[in-house]
């Protein structure tokens, strides 16, 4: 499907909580961000931030939530989610790898020829480490021990490249622990997601000083949203 193709963004006094007993995590949150820019979010712990990329997912029961989120001018509460949730690459802190081949994982429903997935990988600096494997991209997948979690979040990124769609969000990990993975991330980011819409939850500056808006989150409402360099 083509949606969303423009990667256009609003937050339309979106507010939500986790559970009818619980205050709301996310406060009447309002802002746009235009299709093909990278938005980083930052705010310390417990401000909203996994909240708010929950919330993008649908990840939230609709009767804990209140005002809405558009994207290219759809209200995402009335897409069927299973569509939702395809029509957006997400790479976490705890990447999730299928038990299946290395090609099943970075090309899910089978739609790129090999020649593009080893393009991908080059691309995430995974290109040595799988070429190193006996079976290659037949290698079967198995967690924690074919590859560190630095590598599976490079595989999960190869898997966004080669998804190609037009919002991808990003979820930098907390500790400094992995602070090559977040470099090449970081690389890959800058030079590879020209033109798509890239929302990040950011833990640094250092990731974010070529982002094109910042949002801070405090206790769950908006505490600054402008340009990198206002901030
Ligand atoms: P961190 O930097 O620690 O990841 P965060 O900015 O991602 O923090 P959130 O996880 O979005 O913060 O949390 C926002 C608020 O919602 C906090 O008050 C948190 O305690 C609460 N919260 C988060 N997840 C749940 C949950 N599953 N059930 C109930 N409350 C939750
Ligand atoms: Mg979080």
Redesign the pocket.
Known sequence: SSWPSAGNLVFSDFSMR??DD?PP?LKNLSFALEGGLKIGIC?R???????TVLSLFRGIDQHLVTGKIVIDGVDISTVPLKMLRESMSIVTQDPFLWHGSIRENLDIINERTDAEIWEALKLVEMHDAVSALDDKLDHLVVDEESFSKGQRQLLCLARALLRNKKIIVLDES?SSMDHITDEKIRHVVDSQMKGFTVIAIAHRISTIVNYDKILV?DS?SIAEFDDPTVL
């Open positions: 986790y559970r619980l995590a705010g712990t417990g401000s909203g931030k996994s909240s907390t989150l769950g």
